[in-house]
Every structure is written in structure tokens, then in C-alpha cells.
């Protein structure tokens, strides 16, 4: 597995590089936002940490879209900076798929990274559920997902969460156990993550995101996934 | 001597026909009056007189001397004493001194001299009147009519005399005088044959007599009502062109003597608990604005009881105190009215005559009961509008002050009606917005961009209509300003006023601090993470094969490390709080106290004290921001743990109250001096407890704490007692 660091602190860069090698990670070191792009495309590594405030023009934001433009790798946003949590969900709309805040303490640090491999790597699924209204159309086991005959392009989290709603489509799956089916135990407490994977979802999925059809939320529980049987152009 | 007589009878029924027709107008008018039912006896006994003369005359001319001239010469005497009688009794009620006793007296007298005149007539004894040979009437045997007319006759010149100021009309007693002196004539020598000119003097004194109570019944109320309705008129026409009190008063003395003719008039107020003498016209007046407590002298009777006082004469009727000095040697008549208005007594109108002048009749008492009716009205609206005037005066002083107030303030100062149409603006507005005076009626909307409104309207009215203020920040130019508005007008609001103040600096201030703090946590932060990894690296590398000394280091720049992150976190969050933004869910309060403690645990180890924590089983689940309520806690404990001896014991708990969920942190500390209780919340305040100087930290912990519980509508408490504990209670609103 190849990890790429994006930091402009050598000390940060270095230290967290030494640790991911010890435990048997290929590291690739950035010290800064255009470096990084560049390095991405070369080592096509399978996770990136990026720290956001970093001089010399590119900010980690605007890394994160560039690479979120042609790949689905996880991102790991690393930042000092946070300090509401408008922070952090403008780090995750930008499509990060986790936000940690310094300093945090290596073992914890490992831990993310390898629960963030373990959902991307999660592709292949065992189900054999497809779902199909005629307006939305997903292949859980192909990774595939259509609207109105479109292809999507979803993250690895985005598709994560889509399935576990859709495998309990009809119930309401409380934020608790949406955060630990997708992201992982050690998230149990990182309740605004959901939220804001839910607005980008509906934002791929749903016609009208401000209205959901599909993923609808039930207020301070958690959400619901809801099949339309007729599909949704009979409804326009 | 038939000439004569012809003559005299002529002129009496003449005189008589005219006394007779001034009688029939007199009942007319008012037959009930006793003064006109007494002339009415005393005019029949008069003409009974004449009567029994004029036919004791003619039937010795027709008849000559004989038995028929019996019966008029009877008629005769009898209405010649009768209307001594009449005339008695006429007199008493004209000086109104007639009572239940005159009444049965002069009965008693008529029935005297009836049965006088039957004894004589059965005793056989001759006529008093007899009848000459030459037809001329005389009194023959006089002694007992003389003895009727001195008593009756006498008695009535007496009232006269004694009286006479009760009687204003002369021509009155110039006929009553007359007709005594007439019937006087007739007692004398009956050789002189005076009778006749006794009987035409006493018809024509009769119709002197009925002339004038013609006019003191008829003619002259009539006159006086004109004349009162004149003076009246007068009266509220010259005190309506008076508006100050004194003046009027004045007036209304004067006005008053005058249209009375009495000699003096006074008026006392009302003030306070007494009366005092206001105004005096013709009196002495050296007691000028003395006081007089009610229900002494004439006028505090007046006062007291509301009813008008009548005095003929005030030294022999009066029995109470004096107001005046030497007002029972100087003071005649008296009349004092009350001055009432709206049902109280407000004070007393008083005229005076002096002892010699003449008497008040009840006309004169009603005019005066006019009079004080009139005066309590101008008085009391007087009153009424020197307070309004001094009213208006403190007004125009007060808004005066007020507005050289708003003036001379450099905030600006705007006020809108509830059409939001401008009323006010002070200077400082007016140059904020570039306002004129003239713009003073303009919509609001035209003078002030959208950005000096709040956002939300509805909130703002539903606020000012609630807590009757509303503050929000107003953007105008470049500039912010901290608008506080607030209703116009109570109860009914008319519209509402705006004060401004310029907190640009301070926003820009805020932003700088912001900034700053961000800036602070981010350049801070990097080098502690760049350090904690590099300790988590060495721990790796060289913990487990160390020495002592090694470990021990690396554990001490561990947890140094550790407090400075807590420290810099502690600045964070207080600045996150600010936001207010909660993240709310549903949460059972026993998951955030079990991962408080959890956090705390390994600190609480390394201070060697014991952390516990006690969830009440029917704890209802709470709305909150978990994070941030956890991070209270954490801090409420983290703080017990450092104020709390080695040994020492900290309880968290979750317990219900009600509707509220009660999380408790005890702790067997130092405790907290009771004067400290309210500042330990004061964002970097420390305490300066003895014993406790070793203790570090930012001073944030506990006003993050109040902060986060204030923002979920929470409250916090503590008990505390010095060298045993101190127990801080958080109450959260269930769901």
C-alpha cells in the first residue's frame, strides 16, 4: 500500500512518514500542494494525507478537488487549522473522506489510514443486490451506479454509505451504526460525518437534493433509504 | 256733610276696588304665601269697616234712625277692631317673626273680642258706634277698642319699630305707620266728627299697604331676578377673561358685595386639612391667608356641613367661634355659602353687613348660592388649568432637556412612527444618512439601505413586543453599528427608537482577535504535532529498552506535550462556543458522563485520585451537542482532579429532577471561598486560594463550561466548602 504525505512542516512529514514505513506502508513525502498533484499522478498512490494550510499558492483544498477530479482515492485531510466544525465540512465537501485535527497521536493516526484502506478496498461486496426504479440504478457488486442513465462517479465512502442504506432500505439506520458500518468503531464519536456524506449523495442522486426522495432523514436519529417503485419520472 | 260723605265714600270704594284688585292679583300669583293670605284678612276686615260705615249711612238716609242700622254699625266694629288685629298680624309676618304661638294668640284675640261683642249685645249695653242725628258716624263709648287698638295697634308699631330694617320697602311702612295713625283719629273726641276722616285715611292707607306688598311680592323679585341674571352674567363673563386664581377671587369678593349691597365679602379655601382666608373686600384683612380648621366660624361650618348660613344678627345668632376679630361688634347680617364642586366642598363665599345696615332676604341668599356656584366652577377650572400650564411647562422642560440631550450625543438617534415613517433623528443620524430636518414624515425604507435592518423582522417585532427591545447590527456604509430598538409609546406602542453606536473597531477588533487566535492555534499546533509524533517515534524506539531516567523523560515531555495541547484546545473551543452553533442530537446522558470519566481516567491515575461516576437509571435522553457537553464535563473534572489533595476522591453523576437532567461533579478538594463562586466563571480568572498556587492552567476551563451549558439553555451551580469539597451541578433540559 502507498501512502502519499502532503505537508509543508518537514518535522510533520517526516515523523508521520517514519511511522507508516515501521508499519510497512511505501511512502511518498510532498512539501507542498503543486508537488503533490504532481507525485499523484506519477506514484498513483492508494491514500493521500493532506495537510491544508501550506504556502506557495496550492492549498490542500484545492489539491483535494484537483485529485477528486480524475480519482476515487481516499483523502485524508490533516489540519491545524480547524477550528469550527464549518472547517472540517468544507475540508469534506471538497471530498476528503476524513478530517483529523493536530496533533493527533501516531497509533490513532495508523488507525484511520488502515480504516480508510479497509473501506476503499471494501469494492468488491459479496451481495449480489442490484437496485433499479428506472430513474436510479445501482450495481452494489460492480460498484456501478446510474441516474437517469448516466454513470455516476461516487467516492469510496460515498458508495460505502450508499450501500449500507440501501441494504437496509425501509428501516432507519440511527447515526451510530451508519458511522460504525462505513467509517469504522473508532469514528463512533465524528457525528457530523454523516451528514455531510448524506448532502453529497443526494446531491449525485436525488433530482431535487433540497427534497430528497431517497435518502430522507428522520430528525436526530438518522436516515432512511426509501425505494421508489414507479421511479421518479412519473412524479415529474 | 252729605257732600263730604258722598265724597269719602266715593274715594274709599275707590281706594278699596284698587286694595281689592291688588289682593285678587296677589292670590293669583301665589295664594299660598302667608304674607298675602294675612293682607287678604286684614283687606276683608278693612272693608268690612268701610262696608258697615257706607251702609249704616245709607240706610239712616234711606231709613233714618232705627233697629236696621243696627247691623253695620255691628259690621262696623267689628272690622274696625278686627283690622287692628290684621294689621298685628300683617306686620308680624312682614318682619317674619310669626311662629305657632302668634297664630293661636291672634285667634284668641278674635275670639275675645267676639264674645266681647255678645256680652255686650246680650248685657244690653249701648253700641260703641252710634249714628248722630245729623247721619255722622262716632265712636261713642271708646274704652275697649281703644284698649284693642293700643294692644293690637301698639304691639304692631313696636314690630315696626323694632323690625324695621326687615321691612326695605318705605312706602310699606309709611302705609302700615298711616293706617295706625288713622285709626287713631277715630278715637278721638267723638264732638270733632273725625270718624269719617279715621275711615277714608285707613282706605287709603290700606291701598298704600296693599301697593306695597305688591311690589315687595310681585315687582321687586321680579326686577332682582333680572338684575341677578344681569349680575350673574356680568359675573361669568369677567371670570372668564381671568385664568389666574387670585384675580378671580377677587373679582367674585367684589361682585359679590356690590351685587348683594353688602358692606364686606370674604372667600376661604379649602387647602390641605383647614380653610384658608384667600380674598376680602371691605373687611379688615389683616388674617389674610390664616388658617381656619374646618367646622369653626361660620364659613368652616359651612364647609363642614355644605349647607349656606343665614345670620340677621351675628352677635346675638352666632354661637360658635370668630374668624374675624370684633365681628361681633362690627358684624350685622351675615350670609356664607359653601363653594362646592364635583360634590366636595372647596370652600366659602361670605358677605357681611355691618351691624346697622340692612338684613338679607332669601333672594339675597340664592343670589349668593348663584354666586358660589358660579365661583367653585371658575376656581376649580382655574385650578385646573395652572396645573395644566405648569404641566405643560415641565413637558416643554423635560423634552427641552431631552432633546439637548439626543443633540449633543455623538450616537445616532432615530425614531420611526408605526408606519415606519421618521419622526426623530438627532444630529448624529441626520449626518449618518444625509438627512435633513425636512426629511422628518419620509418612509424609513428611503433613507436607510436594506443592510441597517435586521433580517428578520418578524423576530425583531416578536422580540421588541416580548422583552420590549431588540438589538441587532446594523451595517450602514462601511461602518457596523450595534442597533438597539426599542417601542415608542406605553401601553399602546406608536412606534419605536433606534440608538446606534459605532462598533466597528470593536468588529474589527473581534476579527483581529480571531484571527489571531487561529493563526496562534495553527503555528502552534504544528510544532506540537511535529513533537508528539517524534515522542510517540522515541516511545517506539526506546521506551521498552530505556533507562529509568529515559522513560521517566520521555513520560514528562509526554504529558507536558498533552496539557499544552489541552491548553490550546481549551482556547479553541471557548472561540468555537462563540459561534453558538450546536450540533444537536438525542443522547442518553449516561454515554457522555461514562466517556467523560473515560477520558479523565488515566489523568486522575497520575494526580492519584479516584474517579467514579453514578448514572441514575430513568434518566431521560437529552438534545445536546455532544462533543461540546462532553467537553464540559471533561473540564469540570480535569478541574476536580487538580484542586483535589492525593487520596482525594472525584463522583461524576447523571442523576433526574423533574423534567431536567442533573450531572454532578463532587469532588474532595480544597473548595472554593464562597466570594469566588460567581468569578471562577470569568474567563481567565484564576483563583488566588492558598494551597493552590502549584495548580496550573488557562483559566478557561470553567467559563467554557458555563458557556457550552448556557448555550443549551442549562444551568450551572456549585456547592462548595472550604477544606471538604466543592460539587458542581449542571441541569440540562430533558427531552
Known amino acids: 500500500m502507498k501512502v502519499m504525505i502532503v505537508d509543508d512542516e518537514a518535522a510533520i512529514r517526516e515523523a508521520l512518514g517514519r511511522k507508516l514505513l515501521r508499519d510497512g506502508f511505501d511512502v511518498v513525502l510532498c512539501k507542498d500542494g503543486l508537488e503533490g498533484l504532481r507525485s499523484f499522478h506519477v506514484e498513483r498512490p492508494d491514500l493521500v494525507i493532506l495537510d491544508i494550510i501550506m504556502p506557495e499558492g496550492m492549498d490542500g483544498l484545492t489539491v483535494c478537488r484537483r485529485i477528486r477530479e480524475i480519482a476515487d482515492t481516499p483523502i485524508l485531510m490533516l489540519s491545524a487549522n480547524a477550528i469550527t466544525e464549518d472547517d472540517i465540512i468544507d475540508g469534506l465537501n471538497a471530498g476528503a473522506d476524513e478530517y483529523l485535527t493536530k496533533p493527533v497521536r501516531l497509533n490513532e493516526f495508523v488507525a484511520r489510514v488502515q480504516a480508510l484502506l479497509r473501506r476503499s478496498s471494501m469494492a468488491n461486496i459479496e451481495t449480489e443486490q442490484r437496485y433499479d426504479d428506472g430513474y436510479l440504478s445501482v450495481d452494489l457488486h460492480r460498484r456501478h451506479v446510474h441516474v437517469n442513465g448516466k454513470k455516476v462517479h461516487l467516492t469510496p465512502t460515498e458508495f460505502k454509505l450508499l450501500a449500507v442504506l440501501l441494504e437496509n432500505s425501509g428501516r432507519v439506520v440511527n447515526q451510530r451504526d451508519l458511522l460504525e458500518n462505513v467509517w469504522g468503531r473508532e469514528y463512533i464519536d465524528d457525528v457530523y460525518y454523516p451528514r455531510v456524506y448524506i448532502s453529497q449523495l443526494r446531491r449525485k442522486i436525488e433530482r431535487d437534493p433540497a427534497n430528497p426522495l431517497y435518502i430522507l432523514t428522520e430528525h436526530r436519529i438518522g436516515y432512511r433509504f426509501e425505494k421508489q417503485t414507479h421511479g421518479t419520472q412519473s412524479l415529474i | ?735
Open chain 2, 1 to 735: 256733610m252729605q257732600v263730604t260723605s258722598g265724597l269719602t265714600l266715593l274715594v274709599n270704594g275707590l281706594t278699596l276696588a284698587f286694595a281689592l284688585s291688588f289682593l285678587i292679583i296677589l292670590l293669583w300669583y301665589d295664594a299660598r304665601k302667608e304674607v298675602t293670605q294675612f293682607f287678604a284678612v286684614f283687606l276683608f276686615l278693612v272693608l268690612l269697616w268701610n262696608l258697615g260705615s257706607f251702609l249704616a249711612q245709607t240706610l239712616f238716609l234711606v231709613r233714618g234712625a232705627g233697629a236696621s242700622v243696627r247691623l253695620p254699625l255691628i259690621m262696623l266694629e267689628f272690622g274696625f277692631t278686627g283690622s287692628s288685629i290684621a294689621l298685628y298680624a300683617l306686620t308680624a309676618s312682614l318682619v317674619k317673626m310669626y311662629s305657632r304661638q302668634f297664630r293661636i294668640l291672634l285667634l284668641a284675640a278674635l275670639i275675645i273680642l267676639f264674645s266681647y261683642r255678645v256680652v255686650i249685645f246680650a248685657a244690653g249695653a249701648p253700641d260703641p258706634f252710634i249714628i248722630d242725628v245729623d247721619g255722622s258716624l262716632s265712636l261713642q263709648s271708646r274704652t275697649p277698642l281703644l284698649l284693642f287698638y293700643l294692644l293690637f295697634d301698639g304691639a304692631a308699631l313696636y314690630l315696626l319699630w323694632r323690625y324695621q330694617r326687615k321691612i326695605r320697602l318705605r312706602v310699606l311702612k309709611f302705609g302700615l305707620v298711616l293706617f295706625i295713625g288713622g285709626q287713631s283719629i277715630g278715637f278721638l273726641n267723638p264732638e270733632l266728627d273725625t270718624f269719617l276722616i279715621s275711615t277714608v285715611v285707613g282706605a287709603v292707607a290700606t291701598l298704600i299697604i296693599s301697593a306695597g306688598i305688591f311690589q315687595q311680592e310681585i315687582f321687586r323679585p321680579l326686577a332682582e331676578r333680572k338684575s341677578q341674571v344681569e349680575a350673574v352674567r356680568n359675573v361669568i363673563a369677567s371670570i372668564a377673561s381671568q385664568n389666574a386664581v387670585d384675580s378671580i377671587l377677587e373679582l367674585l369678593v367684589r361682585q359679590s358685595a356690590e351685587l348683594i349691597g353688602a358692606e364686606g365679602a370674604a372667600i376661604f379655601l379649602l387647602e390641605d386639612d383647614g380653610l384658608s382666608l384667600k380674598t376680602t373686600y371691605e373687611l379688615i384683612n389683616d388674617r389674610l391667608g390664616t388658617r381656619l380648621p374646618i367646622g369653626e366660624g361660620v364659613a368652616g361650618t359651612v364647609v363642614q356641613t355644605g349647607k349656606l348660613i343665614q345670620l340677621d344678627d351675628y352677635a346675638r345668632e352666632w354661637k360658635g367661634s370668630h374668624e374675624f376679630a370684633y365681628a361681633s361688634e362690627f358684624f350685622g347680617a351675615v350670609i356664607c355659602a359653601p363653594l362646592v364642586a364635583g360634590g366636595d366642598p372647596i370652600g366659602a363665599l361670605m358677605v357681611v353687613a355691618s351691624r346697622h345696615d340692612r338684613l338679607f332676604d332669601t333672594e339675597d341668599a340664592n343670589l349668593l348660592q348663584l354666586l358660589a356656584a358660579q365661583a367653585a366652577v371658575a376656581i376649580t377650572q382655574s385650578r385646573l388649568f395652572a396645573g395644566q400650564t405648569e404641566l405643560n411647562m415641565q413637558i416643554e422642560q423635560s423634552r427641552n432637556q431631552l432633546e439637548t440631550v439626543l443633540v449633543s450625543t455623538d450616537s445616532p438617534v432615530i425614531a420611526i412612527d408605526r408606519e415606519f415613517k421618521l419622526i426623530f433623528a438627532n444630529p448624529a443620524a441626520a449626518s449618518l444618512v444625509g438627512m435633513s430636518k425636512t426629511d422628518s414624515g419620509t418612509a424609513i425604507v428611503d433613507l436607510l439601505p436594506a443592510s441597517a435592518f435586521p433580517d428578520n423582522l418578524r423576530k425583531a417585532f416578536r422580540e421588541i413586543r416580548k422583552r420590549r427591545s431588540f438589538t441587532y447590527e446594523a451595517i450602514l456604509g462601511s461602518r457596523v453599528y450595534l442597533c438597539h430598538v426599542a417601542g415608542l409609546g406605553r401601553p399602546k406602542m406608536q412606534g419605536w427608537v433606534a440608538v446606534l453606536n459605532d462598533i466597528t473597531q470593536l468588529k474589527e477588533l473581534d476579527r483581529l482577535k480571531s484571527e489571531m487566535v487561529r493563526m496562534t492555534s495553527h503555528d502552534l499546533k504544528n510544532p506540537l504535532q511535529a513533537a508528539m509524533a517524534n515522542v510517540d517515534l522515541l516511545h517506539e524506539d526506546i521506551y521498552e529498552t530505556g533507562s529509568d531516567d529515559v522513560r521517566q523523560s520521555i513520560d514528562t515531555i509526554d504529558r507536558q506535550l498533552q496539557r499544552m495541547n489541552r491548553i490550546i484546545r481549551g482556547i479553541l473551543d471557548l472561540e468555537r462556543l462563540r459561534d453558538g452553533v450546536l450540533a444537536l442530537e438525542l443522547c442518553p446522558p449516561a454515554r457522555i458522563i461514562s466517556s467523560a470519566v473515560y477520558e479523565m481516567r488515566e489523568f486522575a491515575h497520575e494526580q492519584n485520585v479516584t474517579i467514579d461516576y453514578l448514572a441514575a437509571d430513568d434518566l431521560p435522553l437529552i438534545s445536546c451537542d455532544v462533543q461540546q457537553l462532553e467537553r464540559a464535563i471533561v473540564n469540570l473534572i480535569e478541574n476536580a482532579i487538580k484542586f483535589t489533595p492525593t487520596g482525594g476522591k472525584v463522583c461524576v453523576a447523571a442523576e433526574r429532577d423533574n423534567d431536567e437532567v442533573v450531572f454532578s461533579v463532587t469532588d474532595t478538594g480544597v473548595g472554593i471561598a464562597p466570594e469566588l463562586h460567581e468569578r471562577i466563571f470569568d474567563r481567565f480568572y484564576r483563583g488566588k486560594q492558598r494551597g493552590v498556587e502549584h495548580v496550573s492552567g488557562s483559566g478557561l476551563g470553567l467559563s467554557l463550561v458555563k458557556a457550552v451549558v448556557t448555550n443549551h439553555q442549562g444551568k450551572i451551580t456549585l456547592e462548595s466548602e472550604i477544606g471538604i469539597g466543592t460539587r458542581f451541578f449542571i441541569r440540562i433540559p430533558g427531552v
